[in-house]
Each structure stands twice: as structure tokens, then as C-alpha cells.
């Protein structure tokens, strides 16, 4: 098991699109593993696999209190989704930034668990926000650039100030 090192807004290979995971294997298992040790170290509810430089359609999520409840969604799509939800949001990539995002309030989700078995999941609130936020991640999108440029550049400003603050 290992802590992956979760990349950092602005990088672009946060902007890669994560290709279909064609055959689940231990390598793949691995990967979920380090994911998940990785999410419940930083700490947060969700990790996508693009977050930690694998370009390849693998999420992790837990939400539960008592953080015993993990999530694992390979090659997951969106068959059906309602209702509206703008949940104040965060992430790992983005630190100390948060704010709103329009999304559905809840999601039909298909997806691959690690024994390569399809299930199909409904997610309402905090979860199925999650499952979207991770979505994003998979396409190469931060859950910032649903900002206005204004606030996305103020946000830019804002991390680069707080890096040289660290440096
Ligand atoms: O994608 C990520 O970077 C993970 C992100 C997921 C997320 C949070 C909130 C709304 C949508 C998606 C996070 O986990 S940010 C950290 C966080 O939310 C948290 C951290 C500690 C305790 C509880 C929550
Ligand atoms: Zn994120």
C-alpha cells in the first residue's frame, strides 16, 4: 500500500481525458488500494484516478461517517439523473478553495466494482454530488471551471499566493 502524491491545480494532466479500464487485474486492484489509502489520508470522501496521474477510469468514494464504506466505481457512466443540487464543494486538488457547483441532486450510476461484477447504484445528495465531482475528474474537468474566468482567475491568484506562502 502507498500514499500517492495528488496532483495540484493548475496542472494540466489534470486536464486528461482517463480512458475505459479494458481488463480489471491486480494491477488494477493495487491502484484502487493505493486510492483509497491515499483519499483517507488527505482526508477526503472521493478520489479519481486522474487526481493521482493514472489516466484511467477508476474511482474511489466514501462517505460514510465512519469511513468503512468504500465506494469503487470502474468505467462508470450516468444512466439517469434528477432534481438539483448546488452543494458547497471541495477537493483534494483544488486545497482550500470551495464553492458551489449546479448538479443533479441524484444519479443512476453503472459502473465495474474491483471483482470486474457491473452493478447499477442510486446516489442522492452528498453521494451522488460526489459521483459527479469524481465524473468530472475522469473528463479532465475541475470542479472550478464551472466558475465564471472572474472567479477562476481570482481562485488561480489566490493558490498561487498560498504556494508562495508554503515555499
Ligand atoms: O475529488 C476530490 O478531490 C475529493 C473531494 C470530493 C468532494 C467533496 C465535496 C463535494 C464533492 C466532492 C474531497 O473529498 S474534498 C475534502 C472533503 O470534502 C472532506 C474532507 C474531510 C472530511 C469531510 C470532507
Ligand atoms: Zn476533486
Not at 11 to 19: I, N, Q, W
Not at 35 to 62: C, N, S
Not at 120 to 137: F, K, N, P, R
Not at 145 to 165: G, P
Request: hydrophobic content about 40%; overall charge neutral; charged content about 25%.
Amino acid at each position: 500500500m502507498a500514499i500517492l502524491k495528488i496532483l495540484q491545480y493548475p496542472d494540466e494532466r489534470l486536464h486528461k481525458k482517463a480512458l475505459p479500464v479494458a481488463q480489471i487485474t491486480d494491477k488494477t486492484r493495487a491502484l484502487i488500494h493505493d486510492m483509497a489509502e491515499t483519499m483517507y489520508a488527505a482526508p477526503g470522501i472521493g478520489l479519481a484516478a486522474t487526481q493521482v496521474d493514472v489516466h484511467e477510469r477508476v474511482i474511489v468514494i466514501d462517505v460514510s461517517e465512519t469511513k468503512d464504506q468504500l465506494l469503487v466505481l470502474i468505467n462508470p457512466e450516468i444512466v439517469a439523473s434528477s432534481g438539483f443540487s448546488d452543494y458547497e464543494e471541495g477537493c483534494l486538488s483544488v486545497p482550500g478553495i470551495y464553492g458551489k457547483v449546479n448538479r443533479a441532486e441524484s444519479v443512476t450510476v453503472k459502473a465495474l466494482n474491483a471483482q470486474n461484477e457491473s452493478f447499477v447504484l442510486e446516489a442522492h445528495g452528498l453521494l451522488a454530488v460526489c459521483i459527479q465531482h469524481e465524473m468530472d475528474h475522469l473528463e479532465g474537468k475541475v470542479f472550478v471551471e464551472y466558475w465564471s474566468k472572474l472567479r477562476q482567475t481570482r481562485t488561480l491568484a489566490k493558490l498561487k499566493k498560498k504556494q508562495r506562502s508554503t515555499m
